[in-house]
């Protein structure tokens, strides 16, 4: 009886120490998803064992839950020595916001290598400006003049509002699963607050609040009655499709295409994402009602001819669009070389390099590997870091399959967040240089 009343207090101990550690260590860390090779590791596995070799995955939502995943599947096929796998991307979340953690992540985790795949939250798209010419240079010296003063004037309106890391803050309630108290000041102290209901909904969606995010995107919309950004409307319009409510969502899709105030482009991807809603949350017979709906209004958008390749493939009836769509053939691409994305990739380097740490640099999928090599580019520590390229891989796969079974939407212009399929491209990709470097 003694005996068994000890082992018990002995659990007690454990697991109240357990406990202490978490809650003293970083709410980012705490959460974050590790993953293990099963086959070798049977009992549960503690961050800084250092018997292991730990893989960190740092990132943004094409981390989080994606090909971190399914990396210890391809690994275990060739890899002797155990291993954990640490899924630590946070959706959303901004180059900033990882550079600030990743001391945080090295301290607790004592990894043996890093994989980063970051920096489309911020990077550029090439948008086309068009603006009319006139034959007089002063005029449009005048014209220039005018456009820049008015960026001047709209970043002076705006400088409060930009002074609050709102993404850092939705990154903080993001992985300490509290109520969001800060951001619900926030927005209910200025409805008008683009940039902290926007924040508020991207987490209610993570959380999948579906009531919560009728509630505030319903009072930004009645507080705004100019809106000039799609954002929020999509955002309620896939909370309608997620819930099966598609009268609600025909209704708002109806009303945006409708309303002037928005011009093509806007409503171009604003209905763009709306069709991958369709796509991933509705069956097949709402997916072809909202196709029918698009070109009998004859919409113009960049997805229409990938929505047509994905019902016909699912072998449903649909009619093709015969009218002109200027979106056909544009494509929005993502620029990495700014100073901030530049920066942030230094910095985490040189922290995971000087921490005599592995570090390995994963390219995107479709984007050339040249892009992020290039940021490096004059720094000793070019010859010092591990590059992935995803181009080859995925381009070659989208020459065999459609967009859609690889890819769950087009947020990043010649790709998206990926289909299982996609991640295990990735994954598959990746293992293949941890093989060569643990064993």
Do not use: W
Request: glycine share 2%; aromatic share 14%; proline share 2%.
């Amino acid at each position: 009886m003694k005996r068994i009343l000890l082992f018990f207090i002995g659990i007690f101990v454990a697991l109240f120490c357990l406990e202490m550690l978490l809650q003293t260590s970083s709410l980012v860390l705490k959460y974050a998803n590790k993953i293990s090779n099963s086959q070798k590791i049977k009992t549960k596995v503690e961050a800084k064992d250092n018997n292991l070799i730990k893989i960190l995955c740092i990132g943004e939502s094409t981390t989080f839950a994606q090909y971190p995943k399914m990396l210890p599947y391809f690994l275990d096929k060739n890899v002797t020595k155990d291993f954990v796998v640490i899924d630590c991307g946070v959706p959303g979340t901004n180059i900033k916001n990882i550079a600030g953690r990743i001391n945080e992540y090295i301290d607790y985790y004592k990894p043996d290598i890093v994989v980063t795949m970051m920096g489309i939250n911020d990077a550029m798209f090439n948008k086309k400006q068009i603006y009319k010419k006139y034959p007089i240079k002063i005029f449009n010296l005048f014209l220039l003049i005018k456009r820049n003063i008015e960026d001047l004037v709209a970043t002076k309106i705006y400088a409060d509002e930009q002074e609050q890391n709102y993404s850092s803050i939705k990154d903080e309630y993001f992985v300490n699963g509290k109520k969001p108290q800060k951001l619900i000041d926030a927005v209910e102290k200025n409805p008008n607050d683009f940039n902290a209901i926007e924040a508020l909904l991207d987490l209610y969606r993570t959380r999948k609040d579906f009531t919560n995010i009728e509630k505030y995107a319903n009072l930004f919309i009645e507080n705004n009655k100019e809106i000039k950004n799609s954002e929020i409307l999509f955002i309620l319009t896939d909370a309608y499709i997620r819930q099966q409510k598609f009268d609600e969502a025909k209704k708002l899709l109806a009303t945006t295409i409708l309303d002037e105030k928005f011009n093509d482009d806007i409503k171009n991807d604003y209905l763009s994402k709306v069709t991958e809603s369709y796509i991933f949350f509705s069956d097949l017979t709402q997916t072809k009602k909202y196709y029918d709906f698009l070109i009998r209004n004859k919409i113009e958008t960049y997805i229409l001819d990938y929505l047509y390749d994905y019902l016909k493939i699912n072998n449903i009836d649909v009619k093709y669009y015969f009218y002109k769509n200027k979106y056909k053939h544009v494509t929005k691409q993502p620029v990495f070389n700014t100073t901030e994305i530049k920066d942030a990739y230094l910095y985490i380097a040189k922290q995971i390099i000087d921490n005599n740490i592995t570090y390995i640099c994963m390219g995107y999928p479709t984007i050339s590997i040249q892009t992020f090599k290039n940021l490096f580019e004059g720094t000793d520590l070019l010859n010092k870091i591990y590059f992935v390229s995803n181009e080859d891989n995925f381009k070659e796969a989208l020459n065999k399959y459609s967009y859609y079974q690889i890819f769950r939407d087009n947020f990043a212009g010649s790709f998206g967040h990926c289909t299982d399929y996609g991640n295990e491209l990735i994954a598959k990709n990746l293992a293949e240089t941890i093989t060569k470097l643990i064993e």
